[in-house]
């Protein structure tokens, strides 16, 4: 699975950005999908994820305290894409986006469980 992150950019405070995520390979519906950030000189955290759904069950969503509210993660298996919807963005939300893919069903918090990743999205929000 390759994974390619797109749309991230320069917006105000308060404004709003969609992330996407293109991904290439076989079985993109059977993987957790999630977005992590890093900002300069801090570690890598979790954003956001979304579960494979597994029969009627799975497709569901997990987002960090910091972003729940404002964010919302979503995912088109028919066009092999992850979203980020970001909204009132702060610029404590200035960051390298990253978007992961892993067949993980619990554990989506954390980054060790993910097994593709893209190349990341700079986001940045002024104040």
């Known amino acids: 699975v390759q994974l390619q992150a797109s749309g991230g950019g320069l917006v105000q405070a308060g404004g709003s950005l969609r992330l996407s995520c293109a991904a290439s390979?076989?079985?993109?519906?059977?993987?957790?999908l999630g977005w992590f950030r890093q900002a300069p000189g801090k570690e890598r955290e979790f954003v956001a994820a979304?579960?494979?759904?597994?029969?009627?069950?799975?497709?569901?969503?997990y987002y960090a305290d910091s972003v729940k509210g404002r964010f919302t993660i979503s995912r088109d298996n028919a066009k092999n894409t992850v979203f980020l919807q970001m909204n009132a963005l702060k610029p404590e939300d200035t960051a390298v986006y990253y978007c992961?893919?892993?067949?993980?069903?619990?554990?989506?918090?954390?980054?060790?469980?993910?097994?593709?990743w893209g190349q990341g999205t700079q986001v940045t929000v002024s104040s």
């Open positions: 979304v579960v494979a759904a597994v029969g009627w069950s799975g497709g569901i969503t």
């Open positions: 992961a893919a892993g067949r993980v069903r619990t554990g989506v918090r954390d980054q060790r469980n993910y097994d593709y």
């Open positions: 390979g076989r079985s993109f519906s059977t993987y957790s």
